[in-house]
């Protein structure tokens, strides 16, 4: 038996996802400032979204085979900017994956990334992004509870409605 999953079934999960954080961080813009990590590349939650939406843009950008852009241009201290940022980002990504060829998907192309050069598809690269977010999306969740603060909803996938 052969289960799949689609990247659209994966992208409408991570739209749900960012539409219940949006709403959150609109009703509780303090928690933008909720600490991550001491010491490390994202103080708070606030970097660590803008860290996601960078990613995503990134990757995009590989995909093109665009330049890099070595930032979003936001201070990550504002959630509705970053969550613009993020949605203008998706939105270029949604056009991709809509043009993307099967066949160019499953074509392994040589990704250059901060840790060297690699082999992938542009379908891995793609899934890859996704779940890079949805993990990124859990470290905010147990950083905020941290903080003493309850982080919204249930974000498993068995609670989506992006898939049957």
Known sequence: MSLTLSIDELLRYSAEERDTWRRWLRANPAAIEAPVQTGGRFATVGKLIDHIFLV??????RLRQQPLASATGLTGNNAPPLFDYGASVRRELDQFTSELDEDVA???????????DFILTPRKLLFHCLLHETRHWAQIALSLRRAGLEPP??????????LR
Do not use: C, I, M
């Not at 995503?56 to 950008?61: F, K, T, V």
């Open 56 to 61: 995503e843009r990134r990757h995009l950008q």
């Open 106 to 116: 499953d074509e392994p192309r040589t990704f250059t990334v901060q840790t060297g």
């Open 153 to 162: 909803g249930n974000h498993d996938l068995f609670y989506s409605k992006a």
